[in-house]
């Protein structure tokens, strides 16, 4: 049986490494197996910034690849967490028509509640990074041809 409360908290803990995907379809599952390339990614980004600075361009294409993945995460365990039970039990759960395993308790509201708080958080600060360092480019790029 397929647990809603521990699919929920392992996209929202685990998820950019694709742990969810691998407790919910098997080690068979290729989003499971793609889903660390960003990841990894976005955290070399983040050590460009730390061992370069700010204005190492590439890290400004890399960061957000970790923030938009870890959302996303966080946009799949509220989902999870918001299964209605007999749809999860039909999905997840065959022949377990009434299986307690699809139910949503209080820990399952708890990741769906950090999910929404994180992900939201990690979304906004990806897109407002991505968009500053676009309009300081654009910015740099004007000062250069106008003198």
Known sequence: MKSKTLAAWLAFLAGPLGLHRFYLHGFRDWLGWLLPIPSFLGAHGVWRILEFGQDDMLSWWLVPLLGFTFSACCLTAILYGLTPREKWNARFNPGGDDAPAGATRWLTIG???????????VLMASLVYS??????????????ISQ
Do not use: C, D, N, P
């Open 111 to 121: 990741a769906i509640v950090a999910s929404l708080m994180l992900g939201t958080g």
């Open 131 to 144: 968009f500053q360092k676009y309009f300081e480019y654009q910015v740099e790029e004007g000062r250069k």
